[in-house]
């Protein structure tokens, strides 16, 4: 990256991306470039600005044959965590914004989201599987606390007896412990906490505005002893730089309450690579040249590979050392077993004022 594209320090306090670099769509880039006056200038940190979303779907679907669900839902574009290895920074580039610092900043909510969920659960032709929520961007990111479209969403999936499963980083899923008990209780809920890292150092430049990785572990407790099956996801895991911690992550997992474990190895597809290059270079310039000579080998001498079957794993005696050490991690700490599927035989459309109803 030339020296125009960084953003400076002062005004990304808190981020993880350095720069906002226009994304693959664009014909024309945009660099910083010294005006050559010597005037001080205040530089405006940047906010994170939110903007509204009109949706007329809310039930994305997927056939990839790497992912255990086939339907899922994003209450948010766009993700405040910031975590600088997020796979989802590249559908930014699809709304116009940069998978860079737009990523973090330019947050777009889905207010109709349960209405419209509501709705398409009462399809007569909808069908109930797993409906999977934060596998894309985090469901419960700061901004969730002012809009609580998330709690909505489970309102009505708890009204429906509609199986859920989440994924999160952030602490304010304990908010929902009253739903996601009641439902975990009928066999309709399960939560996976990600812990990258149990160093905060490391984890406040990578994951700048995640909860740290002992608030994370709480959370795992919490939602334990409410009865809400949990598993500790130790993902990604990042050659040269988490891995050395897979043991231990998966042991302070069981520690705190979790039922089950899963991790999966790190990938860079599109604008994540250069992205994550540049943040190994600003915050680990030690490492750098090792961390990406380990991913490297695990994705067929490239930054990423994204062939169905491997593009979670990799390939390569390195990747294939990873994965046996996560498995005897989790059999030393009693995590081997998998979480229960979740129920669809409750599923059921709640009777609303007006509607007709069964005779029998």
Known sequence: MQQGDFIHRDQRRGRAAASNRTN?????????????????????????????????RIISRNSSPDLGFDRSINPYRGC??????????????????????DFETQLIARPGAAARLEAELRNPRYRPKLIAIGTNTDAYQPIERDRAIMREILEVLSSFRH????????????RDIDILAEMASAGLARVGVSVTTLDPRIARVMEPRVPSPARRLKVIERLSRAGIPVRVMASPIIPGLTDPEIEAIVQAGADAGATAASGIGLRLPREVAPLFRDWLEEHFPMRAARVMARVREMHGGKDYDPSFG?????????????????????????LAADLAPLRCDLFTRPVRSGDQMSLF
């Not at 769509?25 to 994170?48: C, H, M, N, Q, Y």
């Not at 910031?82 to 580039?93: E, L, N, T, V």
């Not at 199986?163 to 304990?174: F, H, Q, Y």
Request: charged share 25%; proline share 4%; net charge neutral.
């Open 310 to 334: 491997t593009r979670l794993t990799g390939t390569g005696i390195y990747a294939q050392l990873l994965r046996d050490r996560f498995k005897r991690a989790a059999r030393a700490a009693g």
């Open 163 to 174: 199986p859920v499963g989440i994924v999160t980083k952030g602490a304010l899923i304990e």
């Open 80 to 101: 405040e965590h910031g975590c600088i290895y997020c796979f989802a920074r590249p559908s930014h580039a699809y709304l116009g914004l940069s998978p860079g610092l």
């Open 24 to 56: 693959r769509f664009e014909s024309l880039t945009k660099t910083a470039i010294d005006d050559g006056w010597d005037i001080v200038e205040e530089l405006p940190v940047l906010r994170t600005e939110v903007r509204d979303e009109t949706i007329t």
